[in-house]
């Protein structure tokens, strides 16, 4: 099993800035991709960003721009710097990893951006 495990998240006034984090831990052989989803209230849980171990990003079209997924292989992390906040941007974050066609996800950390 792996552990992830978030943290960065809170309150912020819209055209702020955030930055989360995400740690995983136990038994890790490869982790091959690490990302980002959201879930606000009422609504499916959405791609934010994603990284593959080499570095490859992608990102959903309304944080391109604003948001930058990084990660650290070596530390097994990953961040999400996120710019411009929007009212919309509040929801859940969860970390999520994959590993040997496995995804895992952490607990979520909320972030609210007031207007």
């Known amino acids: 099993q792996v552990q992830l495990v978030e943290s960065g998240g809170g309150l912020v006034q819209a055209g702020g800035s955030l930055r989360l984090s995400c740690a995983a831990s136990?038994?890790?052989?490869?982790?091959?991709?690490m990302g980002w989803y959201r879930q606000a209230p009422g609504e499916q849980r959405e791609l934010v960003a994603r990284i593959t171990r080499g570095g490859s990003t992608m990102y959903a079209d309304s944080v391109k721009g604003r948001f930058t997924v990084s990660r650290d292989n070596a530390k097994n992390t990953v961040s999400l710097q996120m710019n411009s906040l929007k009212p919309e941007d509040t929801a859940v974050y969860y970390c999520n990893a994959l590993q040997l066609s496995t995804h895992y996800w952490g607990q979520g950390t909320q972030v609210t951006v007031s207007s």
């Open positions: 136990g038994r890790i052989f490869v982790i091959n991709d």
